[in-house]
């Protein structure tokens, strides 16, 4: 049985990941629909290696007989579109934050809760949670059913694709232009990015934390375990595509690296590659374009009870935000609309 699928922000760094995981995965579909604003309506994206979809004007399209609507833009796009989708029918898998924290919305890591995806009746919406969330959790819910994990300190060191293709722009001309001693002019960032790191994603909230920082917590609570307290500084780094995160977790009850290694080793979706030498562990170079989520550096914290130490890397576009959607369209396709 095949479904009929729309892709909105199709012409979007996350958009274009979608179609290309579909196709890679084999995704049943009778027929499908690339959406986006206006102003892109009649280019052309690719949706496997023999077919090419012109663009459609999300503002006029009627999602009567969609089955499945994997959703890119942004918030204040899904806000205003996300609904009528699901009004007509279709059930939507959004990666914008806006319903991320809706009660009545799952919010899916499928390796994680995919038994959350069952609640979609409810508003016919599934959230794909924050790219820099999804793969901790990955690496924490074999943890934490071993040893229960009471806290998450994390500093995350995020690609600019997360910010878009914009974003991505600025990286290379701003690199290119010190070379030659152009002066820099942030427009994306709030300071240079290139050779710079900067503290700062999303808006500042009143406490001091970012808004990207109080996602990492929340959505670690809805998805997991609502007792894990996180604490997190996300920085954006001059990296086209691959988020990296050091985590430091602390557990109700001692848990050796060893037992950590084979817990994180029989994860699905999870590859553990933590050799105590050089180029023994993943960056975010080499994880680009690959699904797994990545662990390296598991060590133990000798300065408090019950600590380990991880890296974790991903492909912020793929299991970040692509292939998380998909895979929750498989999940539904497979369990809940045949």
Known sequence: MGYNVAVI???????????????????????????ASERSVGAEVSFGEVADLKVRDLANFDFTGTDIVLSSPGASVSAQYVPKAAAAGAVVIDN?????????VPLVVPEVNPEA???????????????????????LKPLHDLARIRRVVVSTYQATSGAGRDAMDEL????????????????????????????????????????????????????????IKVTATCVRIPVFIGHAEAVNIEFERPISPAEARRAL?????????????????????????EDPVF????????????????????????KGAALNAVQIAEVLAQDYLR
């Not at 922000?9 to 959406?35: C, H, M, S, Y």
């Not at 914008?96 to 009545?104: E, G, L, N």
């Not at 609640?119 to 990955?138: E, G, H, L, W, Y």
Request: one cysteine or more; a negative charge.
């Open 9 to 35: 922000g199709a012409t979007g760094a996350v958009g274009r990941e979608i179609l290309k995981t579909l196709a890679e995965r084999a995704f049943p579909i009778d027929d499908i629909v690339a959406l």
């Open 96 to 104: 914008s934050s806006h319903f991320r924290m809706d009660p009545d």
């Open 295 to 318: 662990v390296s550096r598991i060590r133990a914290d000798p300065t408090i009870d019950n600590g380990l130490s991880l890296w974790i890397v991903a492909d912020n576009l793929r």
């Open 117 to 139: 995806i069952a609640d979609f009746a409810k508003r016919n919406i599934i959230a794909n949670p924050n790219c820099s969330t999804i793969q901790m959790v990955v690496a």
């Open 172 to 227: 290379f001309n701003q690199t290119r232009g010190i070379f030659v001693n152009e002066p820099v002019k942030p427009e994306q960032f709030s300071k240079q990015i290139a050779f710079n790191a900067i503290p700062h994603i999303d808006d500042f909230m009143e406490d001091g934390y970012t808004k990207e920082e109080w996602k990492m917590s929340v959505e670690t609570k809805k998805i997991l375990d609502p007792t």
């Open 265 to 289: 080793k029989a994860q699905e979706g999870l590859s553990v590659v933590d050799h105590r030498a050089t180029e023994g562990y993943v960056t975010p170079a080499e994880c680009s374009g």
